[in-house]
């Protein structure tokens, strides 16, 4: 199988391409159909290059594993793991929609869902708080990594950077954990290569949560160390400064989860979702309890 997968003719396995949804510098994600079902799925295959350093490979198969293992509605579902040496690959459920960040980037061609906001950011919450029920921490939470469709359902992805979540007597021997993340939403913790906790997932939600809200994330920089600073140090402006429309309410919630010490955040995932299904984002936006089931009053 060729690197570049480019011809209606090229086959994976059973699977037949349609087109590329992804290329990236180490691996290719791409839409396929399977011909024995006609069915149609994505496949993420590890580039040829790649497949053969032996770290990529297990860090390729870890993400395959735990895409198999978790099973959440708002959890992209992978299916299939084929353990190809040249170059692995898995298979996983075709989601139709985009990832946040062109809403933000790109708001012309996709524009922001603000209608569907609060919905979109409770399904993302509650994914990640069921990956914390498991044990695990994303590491790389952020807009590229939640896709919503026009329906306004929502797929968290990308499970390369996640890691047992270190307690107790893990957290105190496991060492330093490599510096990994995206500049943009790192935590503090994981700038100093501490072991994963849960609350660096709440951070890196917090920071996604303010540039859906306002546009723009709190921290930007001229360099790639001055934003790391920034996160260590800087206090974010609030967001009802950034637009007007936010509610208090919904500023104070944000701005407790992207505080800098993890003892000063919000508890959990768990804790955040039981204040904001009753938090306005906007100030016109509808009650978002209106409506709802007895469940989750």
């Known amino acids: 199988m060729a690197t570049d997968v480019n011809t209606a003719s090229d086959r994976i396995g059973g699977y037949r391409y349609i087109r590329t949804i992804h290329p990236g510098h180490s691996s290719v994600v791409i839409e396929v159909v399977q011909e024995s079902t006609q069915r149609r799925f994505a496949i993420k295959q590890l580039l040829a290059s790649r497949a053969e350093d032996r770290q990529e490979y297990r860090h390729f ?13 708002n959890l992209i579902r992978v299916h299939e793991f084929v353990k190809d ?17 062109l809403c933000i980037a790109r708001p012309q061609l996709y524009p922001m869902p603000t209608a ?20 695990w921490v994303h590491r ?4 590229e990594n939640i896709l919503v469709n ?27 954990t490599p510096r990994e993340g995206t500049r943009t939403y790192i935590p503090p913790e994981q700038i100093r290569c501490e072991p994963p906790t849960p609350a660096a997932d709440i951070y890196s939600f917090g920071i996604t949560c303010y540039e ?5 994330p709190p921290f930007r ?5 001055e934003l790391l600073e920034k996160h260590l140090k800087e206090r974010p402006i609030p967001l009802t400064n950034q637009d007007k429309r936010v509610t208090p309410e919904f500023n104070e919630l944000v701005l407790r989860m992207i505080e800098k010490r993890p003892s000063d ?20 936006d509808p009650d978002p309890m209106a409506g709802r089931d007895t469940a989750f009053s």
């Open 116 to 135: 569907q906001l609060h919905r979109i950011i409770e399904q993302a919450a509650g994914a990640l708080s069921y990956m914390h029920s498991k044990g």
């Open 85 to 101: 040496r040249e170059q692995p690959y898995f298979v996983m459920e075709l989601f139709g929609g985009h990832h946040l960040k």
């Open 221 to 225: 920089a001229n360099s790639s160390q």
């Open 212 to 216: 859906l809200a306002c546009g723009r």
């Open 61 to 73: 198969a870890h993400e395959a594993q735990l895409g198999m293992d978790l099973r959440h509605p």
């Open 150 to 176: 026009r329906s306004g359902e929502v797929r968290v992805i990308d499970y390369a950077l996640t890691r047992k979540a270190a307690g107790g007597l893990l957290r105190l021997f496991s060492g330093k």
């Open 265 to 284: 955040r919000l508890a959990s995932l768990d804790e955040f979702l039981s204040r904001f299904r009753a938090v306005r984002i906007y100030k016109d």
């Open 140 to 143: 790389d939470v952020k807009p």
